[in-house]
């Protein structure tokens, strides 16, 4: 807030409060603030915002807005300033604030300490003043809270314990408050009609650390402790004296939070309440012992200090009073089940929790992921004595759980958004069913497989159950027959949704997908597919297309991705080799663009092929295109087709390409990967022919090779940091084109052609530009856009400046 009043002055600075559900309302209201007044008076507007999860989609929606309005002009429209309160900092190049002073703040501190005790007199109780000028001095801290000292647990009195509310309210959700008229019920106050200063009078001792205000005139007056460290402290010292956090919390659910059916608390306390037990803090986790990852704790801070101090038990207890108050709330019994199967290993217990939050929320995919993780780790935790039987009854559970997560992932693609009662959740495609599912397959293939090597022969269909349940030695696990006849089908099926779901697509443009995705779905599809024996045929197509699917490149993702997988050269030659087998035998479906697209992965090896014109010129004659053909076809068709150089003309039209493109992915695509950022798969480089197509992994694997610093691919697309590499800047081929209302246009024989931008902040004003021409699977994209000054036949670059997860423009 400060940082808004130094420089209210300068920008036009405004706060984001309240809800953010209406993420399009807001971005008019900041286009609107960045233009009242005259045509000479617009300003830049500094926005502050607390919600990191909507931060994205807010720029989307400003970006779309300034372009709807035809906004012409030469500043910033906005500046988005993320403030959000982090117990765990991660190595980014955001610019992170301590808590600590520097000599000169110290200096300032110090003179401004001066004139308040010369204004004021006493300033022993402005606490979030004292504590930063005693440099957020722990021993400061502690003395203030010193009252708290002599708490203890029996025969408290209301003032007391209406105390550890706060303190246990705002260590866990700072900026969380409770309002003054319940503190005073609590407190059991009967003046009604004067209100003033009774809060503070009635909370004597501890009313020098509580602060009661008013937000604006509008709102009810709020009561909170006067610091977070202050009620951080407060907290542990409470239960250093014998007041613990879960008896503390217990008290505060059984007399603030009533059945919701009655209406008869603020819609907020359910937002606090949900922070402090069930949201989970970032943690920092470093396995390999080089860069640290962001990942969620398992639990919220709360239940997890419960756990560390008190132990599981009490965490069960706190969680089952917050599930029964909150009665129609989804996420507390959701975080009861998830404690159940994690840390106490009670899956009858788990189950059933599990079940409840489904039935608060029936049609949540996300809610309903709860009960398959519950059977999965369940059979998980088999040993291989247990019966076939009852592993294959845990794992038909399982699967059953995680097919209907999956069904409500589809369903809920139908709406863009929905509401959970206090946040708006975002159309973010739920994978976790099918990912689960491959995990419950991997499970039971190792499970069974251990107890008898015939079940590999069964679940790989290479034998039917009826002709083995003798060696099994049970033969009513004929009941399973159905279930064990899809699982093959099934593992292969998901198993090409997710070539596509990470080769297309990844988390966000500053963090890639868990490892452990990858290397799961690998194993399942080694186990099922890969490791199984050569079915005899005496067909090439057949064989080929079986050594295709144990090399994992059945599919165009597949063949896209071999790259990534590491495929040797000598393993391309042979992908390339069965594709035109199949190719050749007029085989129907995608065969000439997997066998094309083979091709083009193996000269990005670096091999030289003999010229072979026959299946390019068989596929030029199909385009144009329909929508309806996948987009892999239409990304191949602008590939081959783009022209080597500017100046020449394409015999397509290549905006038409482009268009048919976009289509085909809003139709095959869009709902799975619209929450996901698109990578580049291919870039137009130097050259003729194949060789000027680059693939995106020789661009990052240039970029690594002379930079001794270990290969960062979340921050290659983010910040385009790789197209400062000299070797990068000399493979690929730099266009020229134009940047006017908020888009870009490359320049390609004399037509100006509409592409989308890697970085929409690189629009905000309209200019000849040059840049690399990228393809994701959506279509070409302009990626380092720089500015063309032809007068000095110089760039201008812009830099950009990260603070915490968002980005301030700075012109150099």
């Not at 036009?12 to 409060?17: E, F, G, S």
């Not at 647990?153 to 309210?169: I, S, V």
């Not at 590999?456 to 030695?473: A, D, F, I, Q, Y």
Request: hydrophobic share 35%; with cysteine; net charge positive.
């Amino acid at each position: 807030m400060q940082v808004l009043w130094d420089l209210r002055k300068t920008f036009r600075c405004a706060v984001l409060k309240g809800s953010t559900s209406d993420i399009t309302n807001v971005a008019q209201e900041v286009v609107h603030l960045f233009t009242a007044g005259s045509q000479g008076q617009k300003n830049t507007v500094l926005l502050l915002i607390s919600d990191e999860q909507m931060l994205d989609k807010l720029k989307k929606c400003i970006m779309s807005t300034i372009a709807k309005n035809k906004i012409v002009t030469n500043k910033p429209v906005a500046i988005l300033l993320s403030c959000v309160r982090k117990d765990v900092l991660l190595e980014s190049d955001n610019v992170v604030l301590q808590r600590q002073l520097s000599d000169k703040e110290k200096q300032k501190f110090r003179e401004k300490r001066e004139e308040l005790k010369a204004k004021y007199g006493d300033i022993t109780q402005l606490h979030g003043f004292n504590i930063m000028q005693t440099n957020f001095s722990e021993r400061y801290i502690q003395k203030s809270c010193e009252v708290f000292r002599s708490s203890r647990k029996a025969r408290r009195p209301l003032k007391a314990q209406l105390a550890a509310f706060l303190a246990l309210l705002n260590a866990y959700a700072p900026g969380s408050y409770l309002l003054e008229s319940e503190c005073l019920n609590f407190l059991r106050y009967k003046n009604s009609m004067d209100n003033d200063g009774a809060v503070e009078e009635l909370m004597q001792p501890f009313s020098h650390l509580i602060v009661t205000f008013q937000q604006n005139d509008e709102t009810k007056r709020r009561v909170r402790m006067a610091h977070p460290l202050i009620a951080k402290c407060c907290t542990e010292m409470l239960a250093h004296t014998g007041v613990p956090r879960s008896d503390t919390t217990r008290n505060f659910l059984n007399n603030f939070c009533r059945d919701e059916e009655t209406e008869e608390f603020p819609q907020c306390l359910l937002g606090f309440v949900k922070d402090i037990l069930t949201k989970r803090e970032a943690k920092t986790q470093d396995k390999t012992g080089s860069d640290a990852k962001e990942d969620q704790e398992r639990f919220s801070k709360l239940i997890l200090d419960i756990q560390k101090m008190e132990g599981g038990v009490q965490c069960v207890s706190v969680l089952k009073v917050a599930s029964k108050k909150f009665n129609q709330n989804p996420f507390f019994p959701q975080a009861l089940s998830r404690f159940y199967y994690i840390e106490m290993k009670n899956y009858y217990q788990a189950e059933m929790w599990a079940k409840a939050a489904n039935l608060r929320d029936p049609k949540n995919s996300f809610i309903a992921d709860t009960l398959g993780q519950v059977y999965k780790n369940h059979l998980k935790a088999k040993e291989a004595t247990a019966k076939s039987r009852e592993i294959l009854k845990l794992a038909k559970d399982a699967i059953e759980a995680f097919k209907h997560e999956e069904q409500l992932a589809e369903d809920e693609q139908e709406t863009d958004m929905k509401e959970d009662g206090m946040i708006t959740i975002s159309n973010v495609f739920n994978s976790r069913g099918q990912f689960g599912f491959l995990q419950v397959c991997k499970i039971l293939y190792d499970l069974l497989v251990s107890k008898n090597k015939t079940w590999r022969e069964v679940l790989t269909k290479n034998v039917p159950l009826c002709s083995v349940l003798h060696m099994l030695g049970d033969s009513k696990l004929y009941r399973f027959n159905d279930l064990i006849n899809i699982l093959k089908d099934e593992v292969e099926r998901k198993s090409e949704f997710f070539d596509k779901y990470l080769t297309y697509s990844k988390y966000s443009t500053d963090k890639e997908d868990p490892e452990y995705i990858f290397k799961d779905i690998t194993d399942c599809y080694r186990k099922y597919i890969g490791n199984s024996p050569l079915k005899k045929t005496t067909q090439k197509i057949a064989q080929a297309l079986q050594m295709l699917k144990k090399n994992r490149a059945a599919t165009s993702a597949g063949v896209l991705a071999c790259l990534d997988r590491a495929h040797t050269e000598k393993d391309l030659k042979e992908i390339a080799t069965w594709w035109k087998e199949i190719w050749s035998s007029h085989y129907p479906g995608t065969a000439e663009v997997n066998y094309i697209l083979a091709v083009i992965m193996l000269v990005n090896t670096g091999e030289t092929l003999p010229a072979y014109s026959k299946p390019f010129k068989m596929f030029g004659k199909k385009i144009p295109m329909s929508e309806k053909d996948p987009p892999e076809q239409h990304m191949l068709a602008l590939l081959l087709f783009w022209p080597a150089n500017s100046e020449d003309e394409c015999e397509f039209d290549l905006s038409q390409l482009i268009q048919q493109m976009r289509l085909s992915y809003e139709h095959t695509y869009q709902k799975h990967f619209q929450s996901r950022y698109l990578p580049p798969l291919f870039f137009i480089g130097k050259g003729q022919s194949l060789e000027r197509l680059v693939h995106r992994k020789v661009v990052e694997q240039l970029s690594h090779k002379s930079n001794e610093t270990k290969l960062d691919r979340s921050n290659n697309w983010r910040n385009e940091s790789i197209f400062q590499n000299d070797e990068v800047r000399e493979r690929l081929l730099r266009v020229e084109g134009r940047v006017r209302n908020y888009r870009v246009f490359a320049t390609v024989g004399g037509t100006q052609i509409e592409i989308e931008a890697n970085s929409q902040r690189n629009l905000w004003r309209q200019r000849r530009v040059s840049f690399y021409i990228g393809f994701t699977i959506r279509g070409p994209v302009a990626f380092s856009i720089q500015t063309e000054n032809h007068h000095s036949g110089k760039r201008i670059y812009l830099s950009y400046m990260h603070v915490h997860n968002d980005t301030l423009l700075v012109m150099g």
